[in-house]
């Protein structure tokens, strides 16, 4: 004859048991209600620098074609409103009165004019649609004539690429 082993479960085990698979359902549960969480993200303290704050808004959501800088990059953003505020951390810039604000013109074209040097936030609404972006900048010494920038709010894909732009040129 050969000896039957026999598991018993006491009362506690069976409470056990059961309080694992409540908490593992829970965290799936919970796991698909998360909104998808991008994987990058923007380095605190870096500064695009410049010497004049004008150029072009730029940049589209379009799908498919979105992925193409060549095109993201040929959508001028008419009607936009950029907002310079002083720099500030940890603060809630947002909370803070704008230094300067304006509006681009019919072909994504803005100016803030003559800015006194120093740190910014610089952002960006577009009025007409959901793309908005958020840079740091340094407007430093002199202004500089032939200097512009090209200024692209497209949304920013999870791997990083994509939008969000600040491309200074020396015309």
């Given at each position: 004859m050969q000896p039957v082993s026999v598991v018993r479960y006491t009362r506690a085990d069976e409470l056990n048991r059961r309080m694992m698979s409540a908490t593992a359902v829970m965290v799936f549960a919970l796991t698909l209600g998360v909104p998808r969480i991008l994987a990058c993200s923007w380095a605190i303290g870096y500064f695009y620098q410049v010497t004049d704050l004008r150029g072009t808004v730029v940049g589209s959501d379009f799908?498919?074609?979105?992925?193409?800088?060549?095109?993201?990059?040929?959508?001028m953003r008419p009607n936009t409103k950029l907002m310079?505020?002083?720099?500030?951390?940890?603060?809630?810039?947002?909370?803070?009165?704008?230094?300067?604000?304006?509006?681009?013109?019919?072909?994504?074209?803005f100016d803030f004019g003559s800015v006194k040097p120093s740190h910014y936030y610089l952002k960006i609404d577009d009025e007409t649609g959901p793309l908005s972006a958020l840079f740091q900048v340094e407007v430093r010494g002199t202004?500089?004539?032939?200097?512009?920038?090209?200024?692209?709010?497209?949304?920013?894909?999870?791997?990083?690429?994509?939008g969000h732009e600040f491309i200074v040129r020396a015309n």
């Open positions: 799908p498919v074609l979105h992925s193409f800088r060549w095109y993201r990059q040929s959508v310079l505020y002083e720099y500030c951390w940890p603060c809630d810039v947002l909370s803070h009165t704008p230094v300067k604000t304006v509006i681009t013109d019919a072909l994504g074209k202004q500089n004539p032939i200097q512009s920038e090209i200024i692209d709010i497209s949304p920013v894909y999870p791997d990083c690429t994509g």
